[in-house]
T-cell receptor, first 118, second 112 residues
């Protein structure tokens, strides 16, 4: 158990719909990351938040958005869903307070949310 | 652009048959190289972080090493429970944020 929790575990929805995925980081971790894992593309970075502020963006679609709340939990919102959005969505967290070679940069992953768009 | 290439894509071993997995990388200043293990349908499980060339880390039957261009994950006398996909990822020092760039993974099967 990494200490990172994600809900729901599974989500089945239809094209055009909107869903929200939730993540609670490990206690003490300030950074939250979202990754997408599909069969043909491996693990792809979507976005990072640090202590409530967006820090980095990957190839995240405009239909996707995220936020990190004052209690440090994060939500990933996916809208106008398409068949190709079906994937595993992982949240990870780390301390990441800028230290080098300190272990603070290590990311711990949650169990994931499996999204199926029909 | 940071790139990670893992080989082989799949590896089948007999129990007790030692081998190595390769991770080649190009990155704009390495902050860390990470190894994860992933079981089907589960989240990646952290194994090791390596920071500089020449560094080695061990955990049970696994040993990770790092050079300036690649990393190896050595598996000594593997057991069936070591069957999983092993992922390598790099974190660059010179990009904004702390994203990980992953390789496609090596799917390891250990037969009893």
């Amino acid at each position: 158990d990494s200490g990172v929790t994600q809900t729901p575990k599974h989500l089945i929805t239809a094209t055009g719909q909107r869903v929200t995925l939730r993540c609670s980081p490990r206690s003490g971790d300030l950074s939250v990351y979202w990754y997408q894992q599909s069969l043909d593309q491996g693990l792809q970075f979507l976005i990072q938040y640090y202590n409530g502020e967006e820090r980095a963006k990957g190839n995240i679609l405009e239909r996707f958005s995220a936020q990190q709340f004052p209690d440090l939990h994060s939500e990933l919102n996916l809208s106008s869903l398409e068949l190709g959005d079906s994937a595993l969505y992982f949240c990870a967290s780390s301390v990441d307070s800028g230290g080098w070679a300190s272990g603070q940069e290590t990311q711990y992953f949650g169990p994931g949310t499996r999204l199926l768009v029909l | 652009e940071d790139q990670v290439t893992q080989s082989p894509e799949a590896l089948r071993l007999q129990e007790g048959e030692s081998s190595s997995l390769n991770c080649s990388y190009t990155v704009s200043g390495l902050r860390g190289l990470f190894w994860y293990r992933q079981d089907p349908g589960k989240g990646p499980e952290f194994l090791f972080t390596l920071y500089s060339a020449g560094e080695e880390k061990e955990k049970e039957r696994l040993k990770a090493t790092l050079t300036k261009k690649e990393s190896f994950l050595h598996i000594t006398a593997p057991k069936p429970e070591d069957s999983a996909t092993y992922l390598c990822a790099v974190q660059a020092a010179e990009t904004s944020g702390s994203r990980l760039t992953f390789g496609e993974g090596t799917q390891l099967t250990v037969n009893p």
